[in-house]
T-cell receptor, first 111, second 114 residues
């Protein structure tokens, strides 16, 4: 059974710092991997989708990498801002439609 | 529509009552998902629709839970005889074809069972 773990569970950093969020999964036979952010009381917003044949995706200050063989993905946030404060979740996609979510990393960027 | 729409945004009910939660996916999205998020917990998969069919309903926690989708669009999640442990945020999501594309979420329905 696929298990998705995110470490750390919570992170607090000063504004401007570069940071890395980690996502690990136990079964490397995944279809794709997606990173989301969730603001309090809101649904999830898709950030980046990495297809299994890709190694990374970039959008603005965000860069996500995928290493299937080691069962790991990282989300790199450059020059963090208070507006980046949210919970970040990764989800591995199995069999094209089954999204299995990690429990998230709660990020706080201090002004 | 412009995004995934869920209603109501909040629902307070008494134990034993039935509730209906509605999801209106992005126009043209054939895949629709229901998830449940309990306080401090991860997202729990409930059911997946492709068009009007539900090829995977393995996450429905009990036979008190049911869902349907009509016209390949709007979906309704029904919880009968609600229990306090049903209290959670119910999230709906849609994607274009159900082939590992980006998933788009609604804002959720916060269900509180007293």
């Amino acid at each position: 059974k696929q298990e998705v773990t995110q470490i750390p569970a919570a992170l607090s950093v000063p504004e401007g710092e570069n940071l890395v969020l980690n996502c690990s999964f136990t079964d490397s036979a995944i279809y794709n991997l997606q990173w989301f952010r969730q603001d309090p009381g809101k649904g999830l917003t898709s950030l980046l989708l990495i297809q299994s044949s890709q190694r990374e995706q970039t959008s603005g200050r965000l860069n996500a990498s995928l290493d299937k063989s080691s069962g790991r993905s990282t989300l790199y946030i450059a020059a963090s801002q208070p507006g980046d404060s949210a919970t970040y979740l990764c989800a591995v996609i199995e069999g094209t439609y089954k999204y299995i979510f990690g429990t998230g990393t709660r990020l706080k960027v201090l002004a | 529509g412009a995004g995934v729409s869920q209603s109501p945004s909040n629902k307070v009910t008494e134990k034993g009552k039935d509730v209906e939660l509605r999801c209106d996916p992005i126009s043209g999205h054939t895949a629709l998902y229901w998830y449940r998020q309990s306080l401090g917990q991860g997202l729990e998969f409930l059911i997946y629709f492709q068009g009007n069919s539900a090829p995977d309903k393995s996450g429905l926690p009990s036979d008190r839970f049911s869902a349907e989708r009509t016209g390949g669009s709007v979906s309704t999640l029904t919880i009968q005889r609600t229990q306090q442990e049903d209290s959670a945020v119910y999230l709906c999501a849609s994607s274009l074809g159900g082939s590992g594309e980006k998933l788009f979420f609604g804002s959720g329905t916060q269900l509180s069972v007293l």
